[in-house]
């Protein structure tokens, strides 16, 4: 593999340990007390911060409930769903159906968006309404 090949794959980890960096030191913390915090090793949370390491799942969830950092932003990065997404299809089959069926249907990518807005809205009331 070529070393330029290898730097565009890594690119998401080192940007996503940058951004990881540059909120703890924002905020005063150091290395090892963020490590302690979230029960990591310090040369782990260094790893991913220098973007060596990929990180679990689980640390990000962590990392963004103890930072106050963006967790759709950090899955976004990786090329992924954000986890609390992932766990609420994995729970909820009516919701997996419901996806299933929507993506083998006929319907164009506009039909298919403008019923996920229409899906969005009427969750975005029911959540404004705690349903």
Known sequence: MSLSRELNENAPYFEIGRYINQCRVKRGVSLQHLS???????????EVERGERVPSD???RSLTENCDLDENYI????GKSPLIAREELDHH???QETLKEIGMSELSEQQKEELYQKFSAIAESALIKNI
């Open 36 to 46: 302690v915090r979230l029960g990591v090793n310090p040369s782990y949370l260094r």
């Open 75 to 78: 899955f976004s990065c990786l």
């Open 93 to 95: 089959a009516i919701l």
């Open 58 to 60: 689980e640390f990000i």
